[in-house]
């Protein structure tokens, strides 16, 4: 088993410097980070324009920059990410990308954790449940909810929730939903049900929306293969052995059933991520959708390097989660 | 606990106390779109304590969902009505909670299929001990120290290491075994076991049902054997069932059943099954047409369709399952006479000393497609038509027209010297090196002579199908000699080789997999010719003929393949394989995937077009009854070395290297007497990797003759130096450095 995570662990590695050139590269190419400073009424002179390429690094060739951004060695100490840095921004010398990015990374796990808590919670017991009373009706009235959740566009569910909770609301009379903002700073200092009662309002519905967006598809996962394993032959081998029903679904269908779900999950991990950046958008949520957003907006190269950087690096993360899970649950894969 | 069960039913007098099992008009019915589809009507049989009883049938004949239902574990929807009462109480529709106290206490079961029986994620030490405490209350300790003893008992070696072991890495006979030990767990009063040897390899075969008699005798528990091989059921059991859709059609004690059957289709069955004891000369008799869809039976005998002897009253009345008496005459079986004969047949006096042959046609048309004999008849004559078409066609072409040679000797059109192939095994980082090679071939040499069948046999992994790629030139040779007629045919390019592809062609072993089903059948027969440009002005003739020519409606070529059966699918593989005029024929394993029945019509097929047509034949196959019965030669592959080469006679009648000789002894024969008295050679353990192949002889960790009978000297030189393939005489060449002849059959 340590041999077998050594090797993933040392496998991650490459991939990640992969995606490093990769994020750098495109994002290099793509745009012009002072396109605004140079369309300015009246033309700024060249001495500024020259000053700020000369503050974003942009006088040096692309594979300097690469090395530059990556290790800073010969920067001005405002940048290179193994020490730390993610390097300068457009939005002025006094923006620092390296705090806002942590900053926002918290707010916007909170909201990806909790919706793929229960998005896989909820696919693992309505999947079961559906393989279970294959046809009957309420495996139907499953698989129509799945399907209705899977054709539903993220943005669209977003603003469908967002005027439900205002509805709610009204009708109920009292602010059960919050439904702007991320409310991180509202209950600080308050006692400890508050701040409680405070998380749920801003996070119920941008979770339920997020949560939704996986759930769908993963729970119709989790059927197949439930199915699967519920016609092979050693689940019938273990009644045959005479254990009873519940011992059978627990220990023989549900834990071989779940192998294929890790990687499902970690290959999701990316879309919750996407939408993550649209439900933050719509519920107006101060995290690392919003900062992506200002990112593009502001031709910010760096902040957008960062970014990617940092959700690949979730990615291939979640990935390598999973492949260890997957040497845990399987022995077949540890011995490989 | 006893002993000395089998056989011995008399001595346990017809007690009900003695019934374990009981099953009376057991009958399931699934749901379907179409309507209800009877899987098994009113099946009854009793089982009394220490008693074997096989079930044979072919597939789709209900054999195992009779079995299924017993055991309760069919899906929710399945509707199961009649009675099976396990010592007296009744297990039909028991709660949950109530069944399991039955399963695996009193009555447990073994699959077929002993790579997916277990689970793959727990421990093969953890899976028995949980049989043990799912019935016992005692101890994860004390469960565990079962579980060791009960893998000591049914063989494997070194069984306290194998309790830490995940299933795969055992192999499929091991893990058979441990399923046995499951099985046994309990000390059940039945074992139901479900063909629990079909997908494994003789030799192990032969291990997994020695494991069977010892858990039997163990626990004392009568046995339940379902399986289609009438070997197998030979040797196992002391009375049979034959079930023909979804019903028994006949039973009685196995000597009964199989020397004096009494139900056409019993008879047939036997008379199509090639057998190692037979005649090379003996015509297969395959069964006319095809089981009846069980939505749409037919309304009196589910037979009669089939059956050569059906009369006006077959078609209208359903015989019931009498007892056949002295004389020919019928009577209601009564509860004593569990034991007796009986047949669901009207005429079924009129089978005493019918033979097969005497019943059923020896015929090469497809049997499936045809249900008549007038039907036949004009198939055949169509059949003979083709040939001379076919025939005409060749002699046209004079590239392949036979050279006339001076010699008596047939010319050896492929010939093949130290043939080796060896893959690279991969490591699994980046880089890929190579960590090692399967030495898959290593020196295989052989001679194909004009007109004649070699077979190439051995089993599961010891290089036969890589060979026959390497004979084909279809994957690169590691080294050797290869040559088609005195041309070398190794390190050809493709385009050189294209036009010798004309002369040798192939037919495939799984018929479904080998089929495009988006192409009609016309068009896949016809896709050699277009391939070879040989322009055919009337190709649509052509193919129509090719059809005739193996046997099917040359009607049909529209046709798409998945509306054809097995058997049919593979008489178009043959007939795609015949469309260039072919000298030579590589057959891997055309008939393993087919059942008995019509797996005959197969290979009388195989024999009459190779008598008419003057093909050569590489047949491929790991089943040494259907060799002995189509093949000139043999050649025995053991670990990529042949190990025995001889002409067909000479291997049969005096094998002389111990593998082959195992082999042959591994075979279960259909015949109850001559299964049970005859001399076995045992071989141990499971083929060693060709990865890391034994030093010296290959065989000698499994070998017999190395474990019992040589002195240390003599071992030492099975270990240091590889046998060479030596003559013996008469071109019956081994390589056993102390080879002797055994007389087995």
């Known amino acids: 088993m340590l041999v077998y995570t050594m090797r993933r662990v040392l496998g991650a590695l490459p991939v990640l410097v992969l995606a490093s050139i990769l994020t750098f590269v495109m994002i290099d190419v793509s745009g012009d980070p002072l396109a605004d400073i140079r369309m300015q009424q009246p033309p700024p002179t060249e001495e500024v324009i020259q000053q700020a390429e000369e503050r974003l690094y942009l006088d040096r060739s692309m594979p300097e920059r690469y090395w530059l951004w990556m290790t800073g060695i ?14 300068p921004s457009t939005q002025g010398p006094q923006y620092e990308i390296g705090p806002a990015i942590v900053e926002r990374l918290w707010t916007t796990l909170r909201l990806v954790g909790a919706a793929m808590i229960f998005a896989l919670g909820l696919a693992i017991i309505t999947g079961v449940i559906s393989a279970l009373r294959q046809y009957s009706k309420l495996d139907y009235t499953l698989t129509f909810i799945g399907f209705l959740a899977l054709a539903m566009p993220t943005f669209w569910l977003a603003g469908i929730m967002q005027a439900g909770g205002v509805k709610f609301n009204q009708l109920v009379g009292d602010q059960v939903f919050a439904t702007i903002g991320d409310g991180r700073f509202r ?3 308050q006692p400890l049900g508050d701040q409680l009662l405070n998380a749920f309002a801003h996070m119920a519905l941008p979770t339920i929306v997020l949560m939704l967006i996986s759930f769908a598809s993963w729970s119709r996962y989790q059927r197949t293969s439930m199915l699967e394993v519920m016609n092979s032959d050693y689940v019938r081998l273990a009644r045959a052995k005479g254990l009873r029903n519940h011992v059978v679904i627990r220990r023989h269908a549900l834990r071989t059933a779940m192998i294929p779900l890790t990687t499902v999950v970690a290959i999701g991990v990316s879309s919750v991520i996407d939408g993550a950046i649209l439900t933050e958008y719509v519920f107006q949520w101060r995290g690392l959708g919003d900062f992506f957003i200002t990112a593009v907006d502001n031709n910010d190269s760096y902040a957008l390097m960062g970014w990617l950087l940092l959700s690949g690096v979730i990615v291939i993360l979640a990935n390598l989660v999973a492949d260890l899970l997957y040497g845990v649950l399987d022995p077949r894969i540890r011995y490989e | 606990m006893t002993t000395e069960y089998m056989n011995e039913e008399h001595a346990a007098a017809a007690t009900d106390d003695d019934v374990v099992l009981e099953v009376t008009d057991l009958s399931v019915t699934f749901p379907s779109d ?11 049989y009793r089982l009394r304590r220490g008693e074997a009883l096989g079930i044979v049938g072919e597939s789709g004949s209900g054999k195992s969902v009779t079995s299924m239902a017993i055991m309760g574990l069919l899906p929710r929807n399945a509707r199961v009505e009649g009675s099976a009462k396990v010592l007296g109480q009744e297990i039909l529709g028991l709660s949950d909670k109530e069944i399991s106290k039955v399963r695996g206490q009193k009555i447990a079961m073994i699959f077929q299929d002993p790579l997916t029986s277990l689970n793959p994620v727990y421990t093969i030490g953890y899976q028995i001990a949980e049989a043990v405490l799912a019935h016992k209350k005692v101890s994860k300790q004390v469960a565990m120290a079962r579980a060791l003893e009960l893998l000591e008992i049914v063989g494997i070696p070194s069984p306290d290491q194998r309790l830490k072991q995940y299933p795969h890495e055992l192999s499929g006979g091991m893990r058979q075994r441990v399923v046995i030990a499951i099985a046994m767990a309990n000390d059940p009063d039945v074992i139901i076991a479900d063909e629990p040897t079909t997908a494994l390899d003789v030799t192990v075969q032969a291990q997994v049902l020695d494991a069977l008699q010892r858990a039997r005798r163990e626990t004392g528990a009568a046995l339940v054997l379902i399986t289609h091989d009438l070997g197998v059921v030979a040797g196992q059991v002391d009375r049979v069932g034959v079930m023909y859709a979804g019903r028994i059609v006949e039973s009685g004690p196995v000597e009964e059943v199989f020397y004096r059957p009494r139900m056409p289709y019993a008879l047939g069955l036997l008379g199509s099954l090639p057998r190692l004891d037979g005649d090379r000369s003996d015509r297969l008799t395959p069964i006319l047409g095809t089981p009846p869809s069980l939505r749409d039976l037919p309304e009196g005998c589910g037979f009669a369709p089939r059956c050569p002897m059906a009369r006006d009253l077959c078609h209208q009345e359903e015989p019931q399952l009498l007892l056949t008496l002295e004389g020919g005459d019928r009577g209601p079986a009564e509860a004593g006479d569990a034991d007796g004969h009986t047949a669901a047949c009207h005429f079924s006096g009129e089978l005493t000393g019918v033979e097969a042959s005497d019943l059923f046609q020896a015929t090469s048309v497809d049997t499936e497609g045809v249900g008549s004999v007038a039907e036949v008849e004009a198939a055949e004559s169509l059949i003979a038509e083709a040939r001379e078409e076919y025939l005409e066609e060749a002699r046209a072409e004079p590239e392949t027209a036979p050279e006339t040679a001076g010699s008596t000797e047939p010319e050896v059109l492929l010939s093949a010297t130290d043939l080796v192939k060896h893959f690279p095994i991969r490591s699994q980082g980046l880089l890929r090196r190579k960590v090692g090679e399967v030495q898959a071939v290593s020196g295989v040499s052989l001679d194909l002579r004009e007109r004649e069948t070699l077979a190439l046999v051995g089993e599961s992994g010891c290089g036969k199908s890589t060979t026959a790629r390497l004979l084909l030139n279809l994957i690169r040779l590691t080294s050797g000699e290869l040559t088609y007629m005195g041309r070398p045919l190794h390190g050809l390019s493709d385009r050189r ?30 896709e050699p010719m277009r391939i070879h440009g040989s322009g055919h002005r009337d190709a649509r003739k052509r193919v129509k003929e090719l059809l005739e020519l193996v046997g099917l409606n040359p009607e049909h070529g529209s046709r798409y393949p998945h509306e054809f059966s097995g058997g049919q699918r593979q008489r178009i593989g043959v007939a795609r394989a015949l469309s260039l005029n072919p000298r030579v024929l590589v057959l891997d394993e055309p008939v393993s995937a087919l059942d008995v029945s019509i797996q005959a019509g197969v290979i009388n097929l195989l024999e009459d077009l190779q008598d008419e047509l003057g093909l050569s034949y590489l047949f491929v196959s790991h089943d040494l009854s259907v060799v002995k019965h189509i093949a000139d030669r043999v050649s025995v592959m053991y670990l990529g070395k042949i190990v025995e080469t001889a002409t067909t006679e000479q291997l049969f009648r005096a094998p002389a290297h111990p593998y082959t ?5 591994a075979i279960p024969l259909p015949d109850p007497i001559k299964e049970r008295t005859r001399e076995r050679i045992i071989v141990t353990g499971d083929i060693p990797s060709p990865a890391n192949p034994p030093s010296g002889c290959r065989f000698r960790t499994r070998c017999p003759k190395f474990a019992g009978e040589l002195s240390e000297a003599e071992r030492t030189k099975c270990v240091e130096e590889p046998p060479e393939l030596l003559d013996r005489g008469a071109g019956h060449r081994d390589a056993c450095h102390y080879s002797q002849v055994v007389e087995l059959i």
């Not at chain 2, 004309?502 to 016309?522: E, G, H, T």
């Open chain 2, 661 to 665: 000789q195992a082999l042959i002894s």
């Open chain 2, 34 to 44: 179409d309507g209800p589809l009877p899987a098994v009507r009113e099946v009854s």
């Open chain 2, 497 to 526: 080789m294209r036009p010798l592809r004309k002369d040798l062609q192939l037919v495939f072993q799984d018929p479904f997999a080998s089929l495009d089903p988006r192409m009609a059948v016309a068009d896949i027969i016809g």
């Open chain 1, 187 to 189: 209950a600080e200092g």
């Open chain 1, 74 to 87: 010969g920067g001005n100490g405002d940048i290179g990410l193994l020490q730390g840095e993610f390097g």
